[in-house]
Nanobody
Framework: EVQLVESGGGLVQAGGSLRLSCAAS????????IGWFRQAPGKEREGVSC????????NYADSVKGRFTISTDNAEKTIYLQMNNLKPEDTAVYYC????????????????????WGQGIKVTVSS
């Protein structure tokens, strides 16, 4: 059973940093891609970043390019999202999700392409 557990959220001032972690278990790590998504109150869930565990290729939403960095520790089966220069508009519940690499994705930032989700963790950026 695929399990994803997020940690590292919290409250931070604008301009600050947070690092989210996603601990993965229950699947062959290299066969999957992991995505980070977020959902702000009253808004749709949006893709933030993704990484393919087989080759390390990444993708980012335009809104976070240059500020967020996704990375993995394959030995620990943990995916990180380093978030720098945070803005109030980054406030949301952040989710990590997994999708199999056996099915090609459009660009990896579409929620419907993912079939396993963590419970989410809240990030609040104060102005």
């Amino acid at each position: 059973e695929v399990q994803l557990v997020e940690s590292g959220g919290g409250l931070v001032q604008a301009g600050g940093s947070l690092r989210l972690s996603c601990a993965a278990s229950g699947f062959t790590f290299d066969d999957y891609a992991i995505g980070w998504f977020r959902q702000a109150p009253g808004k749709e869930r949006e893709g933030v970043s993704c990484i393919s565990n087989n080759d390390g290729s990444t993708n980012y939403a335009d809104s976070v390019k240059g500020r967020f960095t996704i990375s993995t520790d394959n030995a620990e089966k943990t995916i990180y999202l380093q978030m720098n220069n945070l803005k109030p508009e980054d406030t949301a519940v952040y989710y990590c999700a997994a999708r199999t690499l056996s099915i090609p994705a459009i660009h990896g930032l579409l929620a419907w392409e993912y079939d396993a989700w963590g419970q989410g963790i809240k990030v609040t950026v104060s102005s």
